[in-house]
């Protein structure tokens, strides 16, 4: 970890500080004035208010996104690598900043968000070597013909990015458009936002103006810069729902190629020889609990274990679930943090209640530290395990996060 943090960071990098989007190569407001709040998950206090981001904001970016795409793509991979070489620069002197906001903002470890931040750092290394790679192809033609394939940029693209890695996806899901000669306007998670907009600070004395756009917002920037006939391609992490309903918009403005990831209900299987310690870690490790609260569509949320066995596991993997220390995202000793929101917290304790209303055996876990030492307003909740989880119940079927 970079840094430890003091008792509370928010006033060494929120308070006082005036959130803005980036627009063009410029921090501006929402042309409409518009904001909204967010909120530090483990106070449950309001931190501070960004601008929310409207139609016009979009029109705005796209256009900025539009003006800069010809000579972003003539710097050539060469003159790109360039940039991305200045961005680490700025990205590592700013790193500490980044982390903090993700915990403050997320609730998440400040050393999982630390980390994070070096897993971004790779990647900026990464994509200039790895893009030197991707390059045209020649197929069997008749004589007298030659047949090959050649990659152009699509000029403007969208990034919608999720809430539980929010400053490493506002850098690490760019760099492949960018690399490749795209314009971006990324919209960051609206639960979420400051780490993304302090990207817009940093960014801007890196890139040419308009090459990247960060646009903090609800539905309407969202909606807006889905149906935008200028941006051809949209890359989304979210829920099923909000991924039909983009899906569907996509396609009445234009045809767009989209990327969707759509969450999951990732099972572990333990077989009868395993080394039950060595499962146990696996599976408490895969469930993401220390890094962002087990908010993850990667986390192994179900686990079939063998029945020579299962008794055990149970017993052991109740046991350090039992044992792992809950509390404000910013604390040095903190394990796990709090949930993102208030509304959240409510949807897992429903989970939670449907599993013991349909028969499931609580091992441990099932609503918030019963031994205080977490602030009121927080959203924790505990590691929860239950056993006896049958195919049918809502909590084996459907994605908790």
């Known amino acids: 970890m970079t840094k430890v943090l003091g008792a509370n960071p928010v006033g060494d990098f929120v308070r006082g500080h005036d959130f ?9 407001d929402a042309a409409g004035g518009e904001t909204f709040a967010t909120i530090d998950p483990s106070t449950g206090e309001q931190l501070t208010e960004v601008p929310s981001a409207g139609r016009e904001d979009v029109e705005r970016a796209v256009a900025a996104g539009q003006a800069a795409k010809d000579a972003w793509w003539d710097l050539g991979v060469a003159g790109r690598s360039e940039v991305f070489a200045r961005l680490e620069t700025v990205i590592r002197e700013s790193r500490v900043r980044l982390a903090a906001l993700d915990a403050v903002d997320g609730g998440m470890p400040f050393s999982a968000m630390d980390f994070d931040i070096e897993i971004s750092l790779q990647n900026i290394r990464d994509w200039p070597y790895l893009v030197r790679f991707h390059g045209g192809r020649t197929i069997p033609a008749s004589p007298g013909n030659l047949h090959y394939t050649s990659s152009s940029p699509y000029g403007v693209v969208g990034k919608i990015i999720p809430f539980n890695h929010p400053a490493m996806f506002a850098i690490t899901r760019v760099l492949p458009a960018l690399i490749a000669g795209n314009t971006v306007i990324l919209k960051p998670a609206q639960q979420t936002p400051l780490s993304a907009l302090a990207l817009g600070e940093i960014v801007r004395e890196v890139f040419p103006p308009g090459v990247m756009n960060i646009l903090s917002g609800g539905a309407e920037a969202g909606d807006a810069l889905v149906v935008h006939p200028d941006v051809k391609r949209i890359s989304f992490t979210g829920s099923v729902p909000t991924g039909l309903r983009i899906q569907q918009r996509a396609a009445t403005s234009a045809v767009k190629h989209l990327s969707l990831e759509l969450g999951g209900k990732n099972p572990m299987i333990i077989f009868p020889d395993v080394d039950v310690e060595e499962a146990v870690a696996g599976a408490m490790k895969g469930m993401n609990f220390g890094i962002c609260s087990g908010q993850s569509c990667g986390s192994n949320s179900r686990v079939f ?88 119940m809502k909590i084996s079927r459907e994605e908790i996060f």
């Open 20 to 28: 803005k989007l980036l627009i063009g190569g410029d921090l501006v």
């Open 305 to 392: 274990v063998h029945e020579d066995r299962y008794e055990e596991f149970l017993e052991r993997i109740g046991a350090v679930a039992e044992a792992m220390r809950v509390g404000p995202a910013y604390d040095e000793g903190t394990e796990m943090g709090p949930v993102v929101t208030r509304e959240h917290h409510e949807r897992v304790l429903g989970y939670m209640t449907a599993g013991l209303e349909e028969g499931a055996r609580l091992i441990t876990g099932g609503g918030r530290p019963e031994n205080g030492g977490v602030p009121d307003g927080g959203f924790y909740l505990r590691p929860t395990v239950f056993g006896d989880v049958r195919p049918e």
